[in-house]
Nanobody, 115 residues
C-alpha cells in the first residue's frame, strides 16, 4: 500500500490559485492511478479529479473542469492539483488516494476560499 501526505492548502480569496501536493512513499506509486477528492463540512466526500498511472489521461468533475489541473511526477512520487479561479464552493478538505482507494484516508489539506 502507498502512504500519502497532502499539503499546500490555505486561505485564498475568490479568483485566486493554490497548488496542492500529495507526497507518496513506497516503491509502487507509479503502478496506481491517483485521485483527488474533497469533503466540505456536513457533506459527503466527492470526486474532484483523476489521473492514470502513467499520466496520459485525466478526468475531472464538472464542477472543476477548466479550472483545476491534475498532474503527477512519478520520478518524485508526487501528485499535484493546480487550482485556479477558485470559488467559495471549493472550500473543503482535499484528499488524495490511489485507484482503487486504499483502506484509510489521510488527514487531507484544508482549502478555504473567501468571497
Amino acid at each position: 500500500q502507498v502512504q500519502l501526505v497532502e499539503s499546500g492548502g490555505g486561505l485564498v480569496q475568490a479568483g485566486g490559485s493554490l497548488r496542492l501536493s500529495c507526497a507518496a512513499s513506497g516503491r509502487t506509486f507509479s503502478n496506481y492511478g491517483m485521485d483527488w477528492y474533497r469533503q466540505a463540512p456536513g457533506k459527503e466526500r466527492e470526486f474532484v479529479a483523476r489521473i492514470t498511472s502513467g499520466g496520459r489521461s485525466t478526468y475531472y468533475a464538472d464542477s472543476v473542469k477548466g479550472r483545476f489541473t491534475i498532474s503527477r511526477d512519478n520520478a518524485r512520487n508526487t501528485l499535484y492539483l493546480q487550482m485556479n479561479s477558485l470559488k467559495p464552493e471549493d472550500t473543503a478538505i482535499y484528499y488524495c488516494n490511489t485507484v482503487p482507494p486504499g483502506g484509510s484516508w489521510g488527514q487531507g489539506t484544508q482549502v478555504t476560499v473567501s468571497s
